[in-house]
């Protein structure tokens, strides 16, 4: 049996009890990291030596942080083999990623390469980045009747101001990528704002004042909630 575990967003407490308990009785723990002009690192890999995990068998699969996505699937179908023959030997594996199993994670690919080669998978899910961010910020993500969006990438404020026709509060991931492009626009908006940035770790900033980062370097793992309201009485 495989098992696919999701870490949570950073703070090394913020994964389950079942999650826990399958990774101490895993004989081999897959970890995600990224490759960056030659140099290797892993969010994940200090979560594990937390949990002093570094006894079982650890293998790192590292992906090129780049938008071809050669490499990432070359790494990701090679990676799914390299468990099968684990399995097939009778180790119990397991597979980690950062936030939940679900939203815009690794594992997905890795877990359809398993599923095509016939071995057997048991997922255990786990708190995604922007439940934190809302709990760190004290809000809801959803009152009422409230719709929730949450987009990946967001461009332009032309992209912000359409979804918000259909949503009362958007979640903006993966930020880094195109911030200057729309910052000063939405910095003029009237609308409440949730910054978050590694949320969890001893390096976590949040901010509800726009201005406060309009300098400052975004990293890879941060994301912006946006409220088109004030909270419902």
């Known amino acids: 049996m495989v098992y696919g575990v999701a870490l949570g967003p950073g703070d090394p407490e913020l994964l389950t009890i079942k999650a826990l308990r399958v990774l101490q009785e895993s004989d081999v723990i897959f970890y995600p990291g990224s490759s ?3 140099k290797k690192k892993s969010y994940l890999f200090p979560l594990l030596s937390y949990h002093n995990l570094e006894s079982k068998e650890l293998r790192g ?3 090129d942080m780049s938008d071809d996505r050669t490499q990432a699937k070359e790494v990701y179908y090679s990676t799914a083999r390299e468990i099968q023959e684990l399995t097939n030997s009778g180790k119990k594996v397991s597979v980690v990623c950062e936030g939940d199993l679900s939203l ?3 594992f997905s ?3 359809k390469h398993l ?4 071995v057997s998978v048991e997922l255990v899910p786990g708190v995604n980045s922007f439940s934190l961010g809302a709990a760190k910020h004290q809000i809801p993500l959803s009152l009422l009747n409230d719709k929730i969006g949450i987009v990946p990438r967001i461009k332009s404020m032309e992209e912000i101001t359409k979804y918000f026709h259909q ?3 958007l979640v903006l991931m993966k930020v880094k990528t195109s911030w200057q492009h729309f910052y000063q626009e939405l910095a003029e908006q009237n609308w409440q704002f949730y910054y978050c940035e590694r949320l969890g770790t001893n390096q976590e900033f949040i901010t509800t004042d726009l201005h406060e980062i309009s300098s400052r370097e975004i990293p890879y793992f941060s994301l912006l909630i946006i ?6 009485d």
């Open 61 to 63: 699969f590292y992906l």
């Open 36 to 38: 960056f002009q030659g």
């Open 109 to 111: 690919y890795i877990l």
């Open 115 to 118: 599923k095509d080669l016939g």
């Open 227 to 232: 409220k088109k309201n004030h909270i419902h």
């Open 104 to 106: 815009y994670a690794s």
């Open 167 to 169: 949503f009362d509060t």
